[in-house]
Structure formats: C-alpha cells, structure tokens
C-alpha cells in the first residue's frame, strides 16, 4: 500500500542487473543501487546468516479449548532438538535466540496467520497475551479484528537461531584491459524506449573506483553479471563500489 516511488530498486543476483533499469522505468523508480559482486550475493547471504533452525509441529485446537501440558511439551521438545541441531555447528546454548509462533485463524475460516507466542511456561494466564497479539498480527494484515470470535491454532512453530557475525568485507576485483575511465569499447545496444539501436560505451567494473560517474546509456561488464543503464540517468561509484543510477 506504499508508493514505489519514494523508494530505491536495489539489484542483486545474476540477472537483477540486467533488468534493474527497465524495471524501474515501469514503476517510476528515480534510483537503483547495484552492489558489487550482486551475482554472488546468494551465496554471500549463505555463508554469512546467523545459523538457524525451524521446527513445526499441528495441533489443530480452539484455544479456549486449549491443553496447555501439550502445548508446553510441545514446545520444551522442540528447544531441547533445536539446541542439540545447534550444538553440533559449535553454538553454546546460552547463545540461542527462540522464537515461538503459531498458524492461526478465527474458527471457520481457511487461511492462517503467523501470530506470536510468548516465550516461558504457558499456561490460562497466557491466554489474553495470545490473544491480543494475534489481533494485533490481523491488525497488520487487514487493517481490522474481531472479538468475541473463537481462536484455532494449528500450526506450533519454533525457530532458534544465534546473533548474526559481526562482519567486515572488503571487495576486490582484477582489471582487465580498458582505459583509465574504465571504458572497454563501444558496441551497438538495442533500447526499446528509443525502438532502435544506440552507441552504448561498454564499461569495465573492477576499472571503476569510488567517484567515478557518466552518463548512460551504459553496460557495464563484471564476472557475474551485467548491468545495463537506460538513457536519460546518471551513473556514479560509491564508496563501496555499489552503482548509484539515478534516472531524470
């Protein structure tokens, strides 16, 4: 319900590159940010997430007809073979973060959402807390609750999980053959905004340093990827080597 505009399109694996520009010419995008290696960024994301582990179990309930000893072993069942998961990737227990939720709906309907569950023993004691938070979670979703409707859970969900890295990353890239500007050359490029074919330069990444900026149109060549730049924008290198394309 926000609008696109007010936003920046950021481009990231192989192909997000390539199509970055025209997507946001479609949504009326001033600014695309292009981080450098963004064909990796997958795996980057891999190697780097805190280590985590989901497990889910059913049990399809009213919750005010809610067994409360199961809904507690439940969860105690589930801590006890997530801490075990993570021990063995050398994470220490007091070094888990668990976080509790549940599937749940008004009673008759046949869709669900994610609403939280607080941690610690549960019991009858815990049932307004539920409650307001999945009206609260509703709220988020569709602007409105009800009350005085029955509650279903169906779905017990717990993900444990560590503290992110504390990370530094440092890119670098080998030159290839180009000029001082970076540019490679100059090849004939179709752009169906003009419905022909232009002059477009043909940049190098691991040429361009922080500061560097021209205009498009523009394909720039990296080992990952290509990123294409429309006409009518500005291209220029941040201080992370991401692309800042601004579009007039």
Sequence with gaps: GKDPRNYALIAFGGAGPIHAFRIAEIMKLKK???PAAAGTASALGLLVA??????VRSYMV???RLDWAHVNRIFEEMESDAAKALAATGVGRKEIIFERTADMRYYGQFYEIPSVIPAGKLGPESLPRIVEDFY???DRSFGRHLTGTPI????WRLRASCAAPQLSIHYSGKKVAAERSGIKGKRSAYFPEQGKFVETTVYDRYSLAPGAAFDGPAIIEERESTTIVGLHSRVTVDDHLNFIIERE
Excluded: E, S, W
């Design 32 to 34: 695309i940010i292009c």
């Design 50 to 55: 805190p280590m985590a582990v989901d497990y």
């Design 62 to 64: 009213r919750l005010d």
């Design 136 to 138: 609260q979670a509703y």
């Design 152 to 155: 279903q859970g169906l779905t």
